[in-house]
């Protein structure tokens, strides 16, 4: 099959398969063996996973270092990068460096505020913006040009992401967004995590009449709560999330035997993920376990996703050579 | 106008160290208007100078002198002839009219009174905001004139990102409005929400080197 890329999650999704991505939150630390502890959860478990950049911007192990210790365990990272950091120089450096390491996915995001991190008055940098970056990735794969217009030995071959998140206001506003990107290159869509499901199908009612699925793959963003007190705190604390009171109510019910809630909240993301997958634009689901990546295979199984499939001209999430 | 407070009296006794006797020059310009750094300001400044000194034991000789603006060799003539009489100058300036005193008196230290923190209009009396950061390359007019380089906290020129909370405000404080939320308001009453459907590149950033201005009629008599 023809990609853009080469990689395992492009070809999973060009084939027309119900494509489910993973999220590995590199550790504090050069502490590999928690990378690899993580990975193996995830491995045959996802088409791809998501590893993040200096996640609510505390610093971590870096995001395309982190990527390639999941490449060697038969992974298919998806790498992550946040304006914040790093200026255009800095970036366009990385993105060669990743692709010549065989990352082929790349989530071009704008970042935490530095506000939230652990370094909360570190200058942040945002030279461009993350619109900016997927026409940036975009230009350097397509065109073999640099930003600056000047040629590329050798463009990435990148299959470029971005992030939507469908519950910030202003709602009408966040359709023509996801048109710009859509616009700017983006290949993929993996969107904020969702439990208000009336309002995202309203969303996804919207991109399907702007023919903006047809034009982009749109994973659906599922994290389920590992507790009661979770919930709360992203209804309560987390802006730009949007969690309905029936599912707290639920949780509240599931109280009583140990892990029962626990046990619920992967019983409300299965549920989700069904829905998802009768859900005309969704292209697939994004599946956040924030420091559970050991339930992921239970979740993935329990949701009927497995065994992934393979496809030709993907690389089964096996580490792609450097060209 | 530039907006401008002033520095705890512990970090600029600090800076005074033995350094007496110490004139306070005010500044008329844009740190008066803000409450900052004008002849009251200035004899503010002077009169705690003294009382802290006084307190520890010790004696600070301090007059002040205020001017109309420190950014202009045009106000100088007086204080030309008194900053011999002194061991150090505290500008209460901003930053630029600071580094205008010290350019004028290279042999003396001159002591920044305040920190100047942005360039921004009056909400109220007393009340200013930060309105721009002097980018070199002004997008008002596509963006409804409310500045996303200065008022987005992630200075975004395709926004808003996805941290705009239910009531319009910004993720990092909720007594911030999001910019973008307000581009978007502003643009759909004006019925004008085109002109930011179509992607910004990125731009070419045009204050990271020092910039100098010369009106076009003054070229020819400094030789630009």
């Known amino acids: 099959m023809e990609t853009k890329s080469g990689g395992n999650l492009e070809a999973v999704l060009r084939a027309g398969h119900f494509a489910i991505t993973g999220e590995l939150g590199p550790p504090r630390g050069a502490n590999v063996e928690a990378v690899h502890k993580k990975a193996a959860y995830l491995k045959d478990k996802v088409d791809a996973v998501n590893i993040t950049d200096n996640q609510t911007a505390v610093v971590r192990m870096s995001s395309w270092a982190t990527s390639l210790l999941v490449i060697q365990d038969g992974l298919e990272p998806n790498y992550q990068m946040v304006c914040r950091d790093r200026n255009r120089l800095a970036m366009q450096a990385d993105i060669l460096g990743a692709y010549a390491h065989g990352i082929r996915n790349m989530l071009c995001l704008s970042g935490d505020h530095q506000k939230f991190g652990d370094h909360p008055h570190s200058k942040g940098v945002f030279d461009i913006d993350s619109i900016q970056l997927i026409a940036m990735v975009r230009r350097m794969r397509d065109e073999g040009k640099f930003l600056s217009g000047e040629d590329i030995d050798t463009p990435p071959r990148i299959f470029i992401g971005a992030a939507a998140n469908p519950f910030a206001e202003p709602f009408e506003w966040r359709i023509t967004r996801l048109a710009k990107k859509v616009a700017a290159g983006a290949d993929f869509i993996q969107t904020q995590c969702i439990y208000n499901m009336e309002k995202f199908r309203r969303w996804i009612h919207l991109a399907n009449e702007e023919g903006l699925t047809e034009k982009v793959f749109i994973l659906a963003g599922v994290t389920p709560f590992k507790s009661l007190g979770m919930a709360k705190y992203m209804k309560n604390s987390v802006p730009g999330m949007d969690v309905p009171d029936h599912l707290i109510k639920r949780l509240q019910g599931a109280k009583g035997k140990k892990g029962a809630i626990a046990a619920e909240g992967i019983k409300i993301a299965c549920e989700q993920i069904q829905e998802f997958r009768e859900m005309k634009g969704v292209a697939g689901v994004h599946l956040m376990a924030i420091e559970w990546e050991h339930k992921v295979p239970q979740i993935v199984e329990q949701a009927g996703l497995l065994p992934r499939p393979r496809v030709d001209g993907g690389n089964g999430g096996a580490p792609a050579a450097g060209e | ?224």
Request: glycine share 10%; with cysteine.
């Open chain 2, 1 to 224: 106008m530039i907006i401008a407070h002033r520095k705890p009296l512990e970090e600029i006794v600090e800076m005074l160290g033995q350094l007496n006797p110490v004139l306070v020059l005010g500044c008329g310009g844009c740190t008066s208007i803000c409450l900052a750094g004008g002849q009251r300001e200035a004899e503010q400044l002077a009169a705690d100078l003294r009382e802290d000194y006084g307190n520890r034991g010790g004696q600070l000789e301090v007059n002040t002198y205020t001017i109309e603006r420190q950014c202009n060799a045009d106000f100088f003539a007086d204080i030309d002839r008194l900053a011999g009489d002194y061991q150090a100058i505290v500008s209460t300036a901003c930053g630029a009219g600071v580094q205008f005193v010290a350019e004028r008196y290279p042999r003396l230290p001159v002591l920044p009174a305040l920190n100047t923190d942005f360039v921004g209009f009056d909400k109220d009396v007393g009340w200013y905001e930060e309105n721009c950061r002097t980018c070199g390359d002004c997008v008002l007019g596509e963006t409804g004139g409310i500045c996303p380089v200065t008022r987005c906290a992630k200075s975004l020129f395709n926004g808003p990102c996805g941290g705009t909370r239910a009531d319009g405000t910004c993720e990092v404080d909720p007594d911030i409005p999001c910019a973008w939320f307000e581009i978007h308001k502003r643009l759909r009453e004006q019925g004008r929400l085109e002109l930011i459907t179509r992607v910004r590149p990125a731009r070419e950033w045009q204050n990271q080197i020092r910039r100098t201005v010369i009106q076009e009629p003054y070229r020819e008599r400094y030789g630009k």
